[in-house]
């Protein structure tokens, strides 16, 4: 983002209206790959402005406040979702992308349909067992369907290191699931 600088100081000054401006499509493509509701995404957006407005004086121009945006509409996010008491299984529309494409609602037998739950229980129980550091980019990456650029954001880490977690945590979670099949 363009920032204007004072002559003798060299910071930063944006106005409140510029940032909104700037980060309000944004925010909401993000809220939306997390929440897939219209009307959760523009309230995660209008929460996420109150919560900068409220605070928009104890900014600081030299700190990143992309990462605040960003982190601040995760959390309000994950707010709403508890709020919805959100499951998450195969036929979830956060799930589509991973090639499940609704398979149960498709599936004219009930085998078929209680395959598909209970895989997607093994997923969901596999990616909790996770380390909380793979777990959260894990989910955020194959669960949110967020970009690599979006997950740096969000946890104010290099992407080398979103790269690493991922391959860490895909690895992890494929061991997990094969001790899982053993078992069985």
């Known amino acids: 983002m363009d920032m204007q600088h004072t002559v003798n100081r060299g910071t930063p000054v944006i106005s ?4 909104f401006e700037h980060y309000k499509d944004k ?8 929440l897939r509701s219209k009307m959760d995404s523009e309230e995660a957006v209008q929460e996420t402005f109150i919560k ?3 605070n928009f004086e104890r900014l600081d121009p030299a700190g990143s406040v992309s ?8 959390n309000i996010c994950i707010d709403i979702l ?3 008491n959100t499951k998450l299984t195969l036929a979830h529309p956060m799930m589509m992308h991973e090639g499940w494409e609704n398979k149960a609602a498709q599936s004219e037998r009930p085998e078929d349909i209680l395959i598909l739950k209970e895989t997607s229980q093994l997923l969901q129980d596999a990616i909790a067992k996770l380390p909380k550091a793979y777990r959260l980019m894990v989910y955020q990456r194959y669960v949110l369907d967020m970009s690599m650029e979006e997950i740096v954001e969000a946890n104010r880490v290099k992407m080398n290191t979103v790269k690493s977690r991922l391959k ?3 690895d992890l979670l494929k061991r997990n699931m094969e001790k899982v099949k053993e078992a069985e």
């Open 67 to 74: 990462s605040l945006i960003f982190t601040t509409t995760k």
């Open 27 to 34: 925010i909401f493509s993000f809220a939306w790959k997390i």
């Open 82 to 84: 508890r709020k919805r």
């Open 168 to 170: 860490r945590g895909r």
């Open 16 to 19: 409140y209206e510029q940032l």
């Open 52 to 54: 900068l407005y409220m």
